[in-house]
């Protein structure tokens, strides 16, 4: 992990992570089989990662209409 204040020696621990959650322990073949598993997950890591900051947005965009939605009711005066 990294010193404190310094980010940018997190960038090394979190550069290839993908052993734990592609490899598995399978027995590849080639290094052509390694590239191409490679290849593939970090397409659908990268896909996964749009899938997500879309979902936040629509999370944070929701939640903005909502409150301000609640804002203007309260304002609203009750004759």
Known sequence: MSRKGNCLDNSQWKTFLV??????????????????????????????????????????YRNKIVNTQRRDVMLVKKP
Not at 34 to 55: F, T
């Open 19 to 60: 052993k734990q959650e592609m490899y598995h322990g399978e027995a590849l073949c080639s290094f052509e089989e390694l590239k191409s598993k490679i290849e593939r997950y970090i397409d659908y890591y990268n896909k996964k990662v749009e899938a997500i900051v879309i979902e936040m947005k629509d999370f944070f």
